[in-house]
């Protein structure tokens, strides 16, 4: 049985007391889980949550494991000797993992040994899970204690089993001390690292440091790090052969890395992050991971201070009492001296490369932690920026958690969280997933066990755009299965934060199923292939890795496939499944019979748009699919080219949805076969349907299938237009060229200078009149001295050239502007498009802002016109050209 309960942190009474600007609200809600009833209690004690861990490669799924304490079989805290695992999803299912073969697990694993429990788990990647533990011919006998691990699947089945090696002893005692740290591969799926005492030797002995704190994590590169804080000055041995690693950590005090490339067999030298100036520092906690929110990694650490107050001497007075009521006389006692003990903590914030190379330290104080026990400490880096610092402090029944949040500045978060402080169960297990979401469990009842979810605050300073990477900012394809794509798109392009270069990764094109469409990397791809420019790549496909009409994709990239430009330092990927989309539908048409097309012809307006939506409707139900599938693109119809009697209706099919049975191709066909076998389908009896013409049936829209632009009346418009408009121009050029006239009032006889000009150039003259026809603005050739010739210096009067200056404005009035909305209104009512048509539409939309914007600039800048020439009046002819260039230079004003 499950029950999920949702609390609603904050109402809108608390939003209308609270000022603007008042701390955020963080939510938070409820899980319980009850243990279903056909399970036995074997030991009759409620179901305590043990641990928490989350998948990194999945945003809300964490798995949990349960046990029910068992105190008769050991000393020590003892559970039942049985595995139980928990899946928790995000939308609030579990699945249950029940492994009660307790020859493989034996009993030894379900006692805590010291405070180290020997049965841990990890989740990999997909639905797998390492569960580690220790194996034993004989468990009365430790020296035949193995480390063993098994991979399982959420359905309880065992993948795989992994033999680790003999498990540690103390030399001497043989004393077991089970102890391994654990890190996922940045990629999971090519395996993990573990880091384990070695049986028989001294190394890694942690027990005997009592400062020493250490952790193993990933690296975006794909390979390790041990990182430890050390505070201890105990020397650790090194005489045995085994204890090459042993020596790398060096009893200094500090904070260091182990850096280990994939693979790498070889112990690497120590990196020094961090050295504490003072010797009365000690290190308590340690966190590392990847830092989400920035570049590289970080390392969290409180270091607590201890300081000693030697105060002054206390004066004693003691009365001697003599009657009743007290008189006395008082007697002063030099007290002692006391010594005061003081401990102070402060946070050390590191971030650096995988190269060990430091980017930052930040040192930060927190607030007064006089009222908290400042060695039970829990560190967090956030996934969506900032850390968390958990402070706890226990009682017999509980534990109790305050949180101080931390901005990427490493500055105290303000926020409002009810539930101050968060009790805990005994166990005080969490997890904070890579959502932003902590997990925290609370105290269990006898059969339910209670899980607290905290949607923690994004302090990033860049934007969570749905693909796990804070550093991605926009993608085309988007990540959104609604949006879709065209068939057979060729191009994808991720936009960063910042500059980036490619780096040695892959990126991976997949269909749905997991089938690999296409691989990507710089092994394979070429700049004219992959490209980088800024904070963008682009990168070009083969047009048949989207060729599935409704197909679904996903894209997944390396944590290593881009570097950031700056600190070459790889970044985070992009995980499986979060950047998905789907290729879009099909646009197709109809085509009405004679009688179809005379029965809609007749129709008034409205009743033309009632027949296309109940054709779509009487379509539906006939397929059949769901309501909305089949859509017409703005009711348009169009007459068919090819036999005019007959007109197109559109009418495309939407892609599929995760929810919908057919895909679009089937739709499709489906919808072409009830059409084409009319007589003797449904298709004949439907009110509209009836007319639909079965020898066309259903296409989709191709380029191939418009062969003539003539085929609608307003194209024809637009020819004979184009035609009239290139007669006029070349008129202009006869009245205002040719006969360039006088500047004498109503003579119009030709320029002495003109004629001289012409008579020298009539076949360039001529030449330039036919290109005219097109746009007249290219009569202005003649007086561009292009090349210095005098064929380019034609002697145009100021008449001529305002007067092909007003000519050039009214043909933008009468012919460009009409020409482009023509072609908007018929691309608007087109059913089968023409790409050519289409980016003719767009060249006129650009060459008409282009004209317009170029004739207002001219009426501003007159000086500088083409259309303006008045320093030719009096000028020899060669001479004009430089004289101009010199007056503007110069800044003369041009009358």
């Given amino acids: 049985m499950k029950t999920l309960l949702y609390y609603l942190v904050f109402n809108v009474l608390l939003l209308a007391v609270l000022p603007t600007g008042f701390a955020q609200t963080i939510h938070y809600s409820n899980f319980t889980y009850d243990e279903i009833s056909y399970q036995d209690n074997l030991t009759g004690t409620p179901p305590h949550v043990l641990a928490i861990r989350h998948y990194q490669s999945n945003d809300n799924v964490a798995v949990i494991r349960v046990g029910r304490v068992n105190n008769n079989i050991g000393t020590n805290t003892c559970f039942e000797q049985r595995l139980l695992l928990r899946v928790l999803q995000g939308n609030g299912n579990?699945?249950?993992?029940?492994?009660?073969?307790?020859?493989?697990?034996?009993?030894?694993?379900?006692?805590?040994?010291?405070?180290?429990?020997?049965l841990n788990f990890y989740p990999l990647f997909d639905q797998y899970i390492l569960v580690t533990y220790t194996h034993a011919t004989n468990t009365s006998d430790n020296t035949t204690?193995?480390?063993?691990?098994?991979?399982?699947?959420?359905?309880?089945?065992?993948?795989?089993?992994?033999?680790?090696?003999?498990?540690y002893l103390e030399p001497v005692t043989n004393?077991?001390?089970?102890?391994?740290?654990?890190?996922?591969?940045?990629?999971?799926?090519?395996?993990?690292?573990?880091?384990?005492?070695?049986?028989?030797?001294?190394?890694?002995?942690?027990?005997?440091?009592?400062?020493?704190?250490?952790?193993?994590?990933?690296?975006?590169?794909?390979?390790?790090?041990?990182?430890?804080?050390?505070?201890?000055?105990?020397?650790?041995?090194?005489?045995?052969?085994?204890?090459?690693?042993?020596?790398?950590?060096?009893?200094?005090?500090?904070i260091y890395a182990l850096i280990f490339s994939y693979n790498q067999t070889i112990t690497p030298n120590r990196i020094i992050l961090y050295e504490l100036p003072q010797q009365n520092l000690t290190f308590n906690s340690l966190y590392c991971s990847v830092d989400f929110a920035s570049i590289g990694h970080s390392c969290i650490a409180s270091v607590v201070g201890t300081q000693t107050i030697q105060n002054s001497t206390n004066i004693t007075t003691i009365f001697t009492t003599t009657t009743t009521p007290p008189v006395g006389t008082p007697t002063v006692v030099p007290g002692q001296p006391t010594t005061t003990y003081t401990n102070e903590v402060f946070f050390v914030n590191i971030r650096f490369l995988s190269s060990g190379s430091l980017i930052s330290l930040d040192l930060t104080i927190p607030l007064s932690t006089s009222v908290i026990n400042i060695n039970l400490v829990n560190l967090r880096t956030l996934p969506y920026g900032g850390y968390v610092i958990l402070w706890r402090s226990t009682s017999v029944l509980a534990v109790n958690y305050n949180f101080s949040i931390y901005d990427e500045n490493n500055q105290l978060s303000s926020y409002y969280f009810p539930i101050n402080p968060i009790i805990a169960n005994l166990v005080s297990a969490f997890d904070i997933l890579q959502n932003n979401t902590m997990l925290m469990a609370q105290n269990e009842s006898l059969s339910a066990w209670n899980i607290l979810s905290i949607t923690m605050p994004k302090l990033s300073p860049y934007n969570d755009n749905g693909y796990g990477n804070l550093r991605v900012s926009a993608t085309y394809p988007p990540n959104q299965l609604l949006n879709q794509i065209s068939l057979n798109n060729k191009v994808i392009n991720i936009t960063f934060e910042n500059p980036v270069t490619f780096g040695s990764g892959s990126l991976n094109i997949f269909s749905i199923d997991g089938t690999l469409r296409q691989t990507l990397n710089m092994k394979n791809c070429d700049s004219s292939q992959c490209n980088a420019t800024g904070n963008i790549i682009s990168l070009n496909v083969f047009d048949f890795t989207f060729n599935n009409p409704d197909g679904q994709y996903f894209i997944q990239m390396d944590n290593s496939f881009v570097l950031d430009a700056k600190y070459n330092e790889p970044l985070l990927g992009i995980e499986p499944r979060k950047w998905i989309f789907q290729t879009g539908g099909i646009q197709g048409a109809l085509r009405l019979t004679d009688e179809g097309t005379i029965h809609y012809q007749n129709l008034s307006f409205s009743d033309q748009s009632n027949f296309i939506n109940t054709l779509q409707n009487e379509l539906t139900l006939m397929i059949p699919t769901e309501q909305g599938r089949l859509y017409s693109i703005n009711n348009n119809v169009q007459y068919d080219p090819n036999q005019k009697s007959r007109i197109f209706i559109s009418l495309s099919i939407k892609g599929v949805k995760f929810h919908q049975k057919l895909f679009s191709t089937d739709v499709m066909k489906y919808l072409n076969l009830l059409i084409t076998n009319k007589a003797t389908t449904g298709i004949s009896t439907g009110t509209t349907t009836k007319y639909l013409d079965a020898s066309y049936g259903y296409q989709k829209n191709l380029a191939k299938m418009r062969t003539k632009l003539e085929d609608k009346d307003l194209v024809e418009n637009v020819v004979i237009l184009q035609f009239g408009v290139t007669i006029s121009r070349f008129t202009t050029y006869i009245l205002f060229v040719i006969f360039d006239s006088s500047t004498i009032p109503f003579l119009f006889l030709p320029r002495p200078e003109f004629v001289q000009w012409f008579a020298l150039h009539a076949r360039a003259a001529a030449t330039v009149a036919l290109i005219s026809g097109a746009n007249i603005d290219m009569l202005l050739l003649l007086k561009s001295y292009v090349m210095k010739l005098d064929l380019f210096r034609a002697p145009l009067s100021d008449k001529s050239l305002k007067i092909i200056y007003i000519g050039s404005c009214i043909n933008i009035v009468l012919l460009d502007i009409p020409q482009f909305i023509i072609q908007i209104i018929f691309l608007s009512y087109s059913v089968i498009w023409d790409p050519i048509l289409i980016f003719s539409s767009l060249a006129s939309g650009?060459?008409?802002?282009?004209?317009?914007?170029?004739?207002?600039?001219?009426?501003i800048f007159g000086a500088l016109s083409p259309y303006i020439d008045h320093w030719q009046k009096k000028m020899p002819v060669n001479d004009v050209i430089d004289n101009k260039s010199n007056n503007v230079l110069n800044g003369d004003k041009i009358e």
């Fill in 846 to 859: 650009v060459s008409l802002l282009a004209n317009i914007i170029g004739k207002i600039l001219f009426w």
């Fill in 145 to 167: 204690f193995m480390d063993r691990g098994m991979v399982l699947n959420w359905n309880g089945t065992v993948a795989s089993f992994i033999d680790f090696g003999p498990s």
């Fill in 175 to 254: 004393n077991w001390h089970p102890n391994e740290y654990f890190a996922n591969n940045i990629n999971p799926q090519r395996g993990f690292f573990r880091l384990s005492v070695v049986n028989g030797t001294n190394n890694f002995k942690w027990q005997q440091y009592a400062y020493f704190q250490l952790t193993v994590i990933q690296f975006l590169n794909g390979g390790y790090a041990i990182i430890y804080a050390n505070t201890s000055n105990n020397i650790i041995p090194s005489n045995n052969a085994n204890s090459t690693l042993a020596a790398k950590i060096t009893p200094t005090r500090g």
């Fill in 94 to 118: 579990v699945i249950e993992i029940n492994y009660t073969n307790t020859s493989e697990i034996q009993d030894i694993n379900f006692c805590y040994v010291g405070s180290k429990d020997p």
